[in-house]
């Protein structure tokens, strides 16, 4: 047992935790029990756990995305030939992607209060999760489609449809239990690969030979690299299922989800700007084809 000499920063084994803390048995230490209070879970943020990295990279994003915010409503957009619609679209999102990262570090921070605490904070960390897979769809889907406004309205359409259908599934009893640890990986890949349908039904509507086109598909490959990658941390829980013990602390699958997310979150953030700066630069007609 990792012990730091009073009860209340002592870190336990994976033997000595409670059944609602026992998710993954290769992490072997460094859980944080017995915090009964908000506050004394709120202060195990400054202490070294099998948290910590969990908590403060999705911590570190969310301060990311709220100054990002400001930045772009204040200094890009209004530097541009923009509407007050660009404003919405990238203070929607950047919102989306605030709660996705804050809500995260909230369901790790606050895990250990109990076993109803653990259940709540999951499921906002859930919620969080659709949210931010929602704010990716939106940048993508309106500056791709900007030309095509019926095309545009449809897919904002479906991925609200999607959101909606992500959010009930989440009030089945049984989708928080470990044992749905898979059925959840694959009803959130299967809501992130909905978006391959969009993207090539966008190649279809631009021309190959057009910069758009060129400046975007590797953005969007990339996106998925990390998405899919972070994805595969998550499901095979490497490299704690064959080190197990050894990563406790740092360089456990979920920390490599954590950064990998919030990686993605990032890229596809800084690909929205571009898009939007060539949308204000660039008019519709003379570069893509009607539909
Ligand atoms: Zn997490």
């Not at 990238?90 to 921070?109: D, E, G, N, P, R």
């Not at 900007?146 to 089945?172: D, F, K, N």
């Not at 990390?226 to 360089?251: C, M, Q, W």
Request: hydrophobic share 50%; with cysteine.
């Amino acid at each position: 047992m990792l012990c730091r000499g009073t009860d209340s920063t002592c870190l336990r084994t994976y033997d000595e935790i409670p059944s609602f803390l026992q998710g993954n048995p290769c992490i072997r230490s460094g859980y944080r029990v017995e915090l009964r209070t908000k506050l004394s879970c709120l202060k195990s943020l400054f202490w070294l756990s099998n948290e910590t990295v969990n908590v403060w990279s999705h911590l570190v994003a969310f301060l990311y995305f709220v100054v990002a915010s400001i930045w772009v409503n204040c200094v890009v957009i209004p530097d541009t030939l923009s509407t007050w619609w660009d404003h919405f679209i990238f203070t929607f999102y950047l919102t989306c992607f605030q709660i996705s990262m804050l809500f995260s570090a909230c369901f790790h921070l606050f895990n250990c209060c109990g076993s109803e605490s653990y259940k709540w904070w999951l499921r906002v960390d859930l919620v969080g999760v659709t949210l931010g897979l929602c704010g990716c769809y939106i940048p993508g889907v309106y500056y791709a489609f900007h030309c095509h406004e019926h095309i545009q309205m449809s897919y904002i359409g479906t991925v609200c449809l999607l959101v909606l259908l992500c959010s009930t599934a989440q009030l089945h009893p049984l989708f928080l239990s470990h044992r749905w640890h898979w059925k959840r990986l694959v009803l959130y890949s299967a809501v992130s690969l909905f978006g391959i349908i969009p993207f090539i039904h966008w190649i279809t509507t631009v021309s190959f030979a057009v910069s758009i086109l060129q400046l975007f598909y590797p953005k969007v490959l990339i996106l998925y690299l990390l998405g899919s990658i972070g994805a595969l941390f998550y499901a095979t829980r490497f490299p704690e299922k064959f080190f197990p013990g050894h990563v406790d602390l740092f360089g456990a699958s979920h920390q490599w989800w954590h950064i990998l997310t919030a990686l993605a979150l990032v890229w596809w953030h800084l690909a929205a700007v571009e898009l939007f700066l060539y949308r204000v630069t660039t008019s519709c007609p003379m570069t893509e084809k009607h539909v």
